[in-house]
Structures are given as structure tokens and as C-alpha cells.
């Protein structure tokens, strides 16, 4: 497949409508500063998609030098990156080039393109008829599905928590691996939160604590 130049594939969801958690995450092929990319591709794999609305912008430097930094702890977790921009190609790789003289640091996951936005209102960043990308910064959590797992939206002025997001991977996996919730704050290695009883005997059996019950996660 040949990835022209501003070429991009999606399959749409209604405009100004995210996916919600439980549904699949829109498919979509496009240029990256690591060539072409289809979301599809990433199936097997936990993936972290997550936008920006501009180019060398500070907040969003400041993200793009933490993920760089924490890539191989998602690694770790069989969780790639994936980031978006409403730039061109060009620009992301001006902008990828730029940050690692200024902080030491390289990007070492795929900036996807999206000039003309369509990806970005597939996912629901952009309300319907938007002239501004300021709302384009959203983080999508993606199984090995394809599903959409969790979404975080953040306002320009904000840097998103990178650490945050790593845990949140990980408390997914807890969860899926060992069908269990995880309580506030949870690290791994700590205890999770063992489902409650669906029937009256079952909560006799478990005692006064039949709502909380702590276990190994």
C-alpha cells in the first residue's frame, strides 16, 4: 500500500460523537513520522492513542517528553503509543527533531497526521463544524481487541499524567487477568477488590465485609 501525501482512511463515526468504553475504537490508515499506519494494525497489543492539538506547543512538548521517556515501561505492559496532531508531516517531524536537541529525548513511537481532522472527528475530538482544534486532546486506552477501554480529555492548559495513564494500563490488565476490580490509586502489587456475591447466600458466607473484600490481584 502507497501512502500518499495527506491520505487518510477512516472508518467514521458520527461527527462530534466519541467512542464510548465497551465500543470499538474507528479504524483508520494514515502517514505517520514512522510510516504508514492502520489502528487495526495495533489488534494483540494494549494501545495508548492520544492527540494534541498543535505542534510545538509547550503542554504538549512537555507530554511528548514524558511518554518518550516512560515508552519502555508501556512496553513493558505489551502497550504501544500513538499520538495525533491535526499538523502535517512535515511539522511532526520538525517538531520530533526539535525535541530531541532541546530535551535529549526521542520520540520513539508514530506521530500520525491529520490535517484535514477527519481522524480526529471519527473520534469524537472535534464537535461537529469546529474551526479550532483546542479540543483535540483526548487519550483513548485501546485493548488487543480493538475496544475502547477507558478515555481522558484534557483542556489545553493541562498536561495529562503520563504515570497516571501507565497505572491505568495496568489496572485494566489486573482486572482483565484476574477478573477483580482495583480500588483508588492502585499499584501493581498491591491488593485489588474481589467481586461481590450476586446472591443472599453468598453474602453470608463472606461476613460483614461482603462489599470489600480485598485479594490478590
Known amino acids: ?55 510545538f506547543t509547550p503542554v504538549c512538548t512537555s507530554e511528548f517528553v514524558a511518554f518518550a ?65 483546542a479540543t483535540v486532546r483526548t487519550t483513548f486506552v485501546i485493548d488487543p481487541e480493538g475496544i475502547v477501554r477507558a478515555s481522558i480529555a484534557y483542556p489545553l492548559t493541562v498536561g495529562r499524567s503520563v504515570d497516571e495513564i501507565l497505572r491505568l494500563v495496568q489496572a485494566l490488565q489486573a482486572s482483565d487477568a484476574n477478573d477483580v476490580s482495583t480500588p483508588e490509586g492502585w499499584r501493581p502489587g498491591e491488593p485489588a477488590l474481589m467481586n461481590p456475591p450476586m446472591t443472599s447466600d453468598e453474602i453470608g458466607a463472606c461476613g460483614t465485609d461482603w462489599y470489600y473484600r480485598l485479594g490478590e490481584a
Open 69 to 133: 521517556r516512560a515508552f519502555d515501561a508501556f512496553q513493558a505492559q505489551d502497550c504501544d503509543l500513538l499520538a495525533l496532531s491535526v499538523d502535517s508531516l512535515s511539522s511532526h517531524l520538525a517538531w520530533q527533531q526539535s525535541i530531541e536537541q532541546r530535551f535529549g529525548v526521542r520520540v520513539p513511537f508514530p506521530i500520525v497526521e491529520d490535517p484535514a481532522m477527519g481522524i480526529a472527528r471519527a473520534y469524537g475530538m472535534l464537535p461537529a463544524g469546529a474551526t479550532s482544534t
Open 1 to 55: 500500500m502507497k501512502f500518499e501525501s495527506n491520505q487518510t482512511d477512516i472508518a467514521l463515526s458520527p461527527p462530534g460523537c466519541p467512542p464510548i468504553i465497551g465500543e470499538g475504537a474507528p479504524n483508520f490508515r494514515a502517514r505517520t513520522t514512522m510510516g504508514g499506519r492502520t489502528l487495526s494494525a495495533y489488534r494483540g497489543r494494549w494501545l495508548v492513542f492520544f492527540s494534541h492539538p498543535a505542534d
